[in-house]
């Protein structure tokens, strides 16, 4: 699951999970806002800022296909932790097909590069660092690092917030009805350091912001999982089809 911040006309952060899997994608807007002429900016420091940390989560199960090759040379099972820990797997969990840029960073490591975002009269990318550890029991995908690259006004907004997330993904194929489960969990934390938002208690942002994001979850997460399975399927049948011609 990929976080990306970007910035409302009227002053506000909007907070959105675009699964590039997908067309469209659900926003919503904050009441946090960015650098601008028009609103008062309050110096703070890590002692004393105020902070909203917002929270979602959401865990789900489908059932699973197990697939086996129907030829006459025996049977050999297309596993889903083959499927995550091919290459195929990894590109189809962070849908590079989607991404302005990819780039390999370390071992299980990678830099993914949105799409250019228009705010306001600029332009800026998002550019998520997201960690994908495939086993034979479970892939874990973690979201340890979110930014923005653009203006220097717009980069500085980077200071005020954080994002991680983990998407634990986990199966059981040795059972009557086989499963995957994905378990998501997303953090958010934001300064809040302009008037009149400072004035409020951090409440007035956390919960609205809480039933937002958990919305957000809510919707997306049975839509990976769907497309998930698509991509299993696809790399399945071309596996057998690379065995067949061999």
């Not at 290459?87 to 990819?102: E, K, M, V």
């Not at 938002?197 to 809510?218: C, Y």
């Not at 399975?229 to 399945?236: A, E, P, R, S």
Request: aromatic content about 10%; hydrophobic content about 40%; some cysteine.
């Amino acid at each position: 699951m990929i976080l990306v911040t970007t910035a409302t006309n009227n002053g506000g952060w909007r907070w959105t999970l675009p699964f590039p899997h997908f067309s469209t994608a659900r926003k919503a807007t904050l009441p946090l806002p960015i650098d601008k002429p028009n609103y008062i900016v309050v110096a703070s420091s890590e002692s004393n800022a105020k902070r909203a940390n917002l929270f979602a989560s959401r865990t789900q199960r489908v059932q699973l296909p197990v697939y086996d090759d129907e030829t006459s040379i025996g049977t050999q099972p297309y596993h889903i932790s083959q499927f995550l820990s091919h290459p195929s797997g990894i590109q189809a969990i962070l849908n590079t097909s989607a991404l302005q840029n990819f780039q390999f960073l370390d071992t299980n490591a990678y830099r993914c590069t949105l799409p250019k975002l228009a705010l306001f009269n600029f332009e800026a990318t998002p550019v998520l660092d997201l960690r994908v550890i495939p086993t034979k029991e479970d892939c874990t995908v973690e979201l340890f690092s979110c930014k923005f690259k653009g203006s220097k006004v717009l980069e500085r907004q980077n200071d005020h917030f954080s994002a991680t997330m983990i998407n634990h993904i986990t199966w059981d194929t040795n059972i009557p009805e086989p499963f995957l489960e994905v378990d998501v969990k997303l953090n958010l934390s934001l300064e809040i350091y302009t008037r009149p938002f400072i004035l409020l208690p951090v409440s007035a942002v956390e919960r609205p912001g809480n039933l937002m994001i958990q919305a957000l979850v809510d919707r997306l997460v049975p839509m990976l999982l769907q497309q998930l399975l698509q991509d299993y399927d696809k790399w399945v049948h071309q596996q057998r089809h690379n065995f067949l011609i061999n």
